[in-house]
């Protein structure tokens, strides 16, 4: 069982940033991979950003990519996102994931990859 605590959320205007942070507990964090996924009222979830369990290798979605950075540190059994230049298209409930439980770029992007949730952060981008 692993327990994820997203913070971090929080209203900004575009073209600010933001960071978020996913707390992890109940199994060895080091171990697995971690994800972001993102969801807009109306849409479907859909993934942001994931990084290997060392930390040394990662996927972005397109819509991010060159604007977020995903990190972790072990150490602390978090992981964050980091999102600069923020448009009102980013306006998102933000959760944080275990997985892929394959890792490559296509099996990222899935949904059903992933195996505990957080329970969610709040993230308003005015214009």
């Known amino acids: 069982q692993v327990r994820l605590v997203e913070s971090g959320g929080g209203l900004v205007q575009a073209g600010g940033s933001l960071r978020l942070s996913c707390a992890a507990s109940?199994?060895?964090?080091?171990?697995?991979?971690m994800g972001w996924f993102r969801q807009a009222p109306g849409k479907e979830r859909e993934f942001v950003a994931t990084?290997?369990?060392?930390?040394?290798?990662?996927y972005y979605a397109d819509s991010v990519k060159g604007r977020f950075t995903i990190s972790r540190d072990n150490a602390k059994n978090t992981v964050y996102l980091q999102m600069n230049s923020l448009k009102p298209e980013d306006t998102a409930v933000y959760y944080c994931?275990?997985?892929?439980?394959?890792?490559?770029?296509?099996?990222?992007?899935?949904?059903?990859?992933?195996?505990?949730w957080g329970q969610g952060a709040q993230v308003t981008v005015s214009s």
């Open positions: 990084i290997s369990w060392t930390g040394g290798s990662t």
């Open positions: 109940g199994r060895t964090f080091s171990s697995y991979a």
């Open positions: 994931a275990v997985g892929p439980r394959v890792w490559g770029s296509s099996w990222a992007q899935m949904v059903g990859q992933y195996d505990y």
